[in-house]
Nanobody
Framework: QVKLVESGGGSVQAGGSLRLSCAAS????????VGWFRQTPGKEREEVAT???????TYTDSVKGRFTISKDDAKLILYLQMNSLKPEDTAMYYC??????????WGQGTQVTVSS
């Protein structure tokens, strides 16, 4: 079992920045990817960004050029740097650790609210 704890959410005005962090309780060779998802009420959870063990990243189109996913392997922390935030980025953000191609472990979420 891997416990994930997010932090760094908050309220910002449009154009502002936030950096989300996700601390993992331990590492395991079984983890293939780590990533960030977000969800708003009434909508399905959306994959925002992923990062694999080789450093390869993916981003959903709406955040490309604005968000950056990274990690500190020594500290077991995953980050999501979010710049040029827009009101449509408002959501609960979750970090996840994948086994194979499916997210297996989830954090509890951190709320991001962007006002216009």
């Amino acid at each position: 079992q891997v416990k994930l704890v997010e932090s760094g959410g908050g309220s910002v005005q449009a154009g502002g920045s936030l950096r989300l962090s996700c601390a993992a309780s331990r590492n395991t060779p079984s983890i293939t990817f780590v990533g960030w998802f977000r969800q708003t009420p009434g909508k399905e959870r959306e994959e925002v960004a992923t990062l694999d063990s080789l450093g390869y990243t993916t981003y959903t189109d709406s955040v490309k050029g604005r968000f950056t996913i990274s990690k500190d392997d020594a500290k077991l922390i995953l980050y999501l740097q979010m710049n040029s935030l827009k009101p449509e980025d408002t959501a609960m953000y979750y970090c996840a650790a994948f086994i194979g191609f499916a997210p297996k472990f989830w954090g509890q979420g951190t709320q991001v609210t962007v006002s216009s």
